[in-house]
């Protein structure tokens, strides 16, 4: 599927494969609580949306753009290159 659209794209990790997409600060209307540090995610604050690429969507997380680096470098197993 070559379909892109609002610059998602896919990134593997630790634990499988997600699509992410970035938001800027200024679509960040909303209070999101992150799951890499449990902290919130004001609003006007750029970040990253990840959810698994199979099912409906309904399991997007919001994420610090910085955590959401840390977990992809933070991979318990082998790093396949
Ligand atoms: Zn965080």
């Known amino acids: 599927m070559l379909r892109i659209t609002g610059g998602q794209r896919r ?6 494969e997600y699509v992410t997409r970035r938001i800027p600060g200024a679509a960040a209307t909303k209070v999101y609580r992150c799951p ?11 970040h990253v949306v990840a959810w698994r690429p199979y ?11 910085s955590c959401w680096e840390r977990r992809s470098r933070r991979s318990p ?3 396949r290159y």
């Open 77 to 79: 197993r082998a790093p």
């Open 36 to 46: 890499g540090c449990a902290q919130e995610i004001p609003t006007g604050m750029a």
């Open 11 to 16: 990134e593997t990790g630790p634990d499988g």
């Open 55 to 65: 099912g409906d969507g309904g399991d997007r997380r919001h994420w610090h753009s």
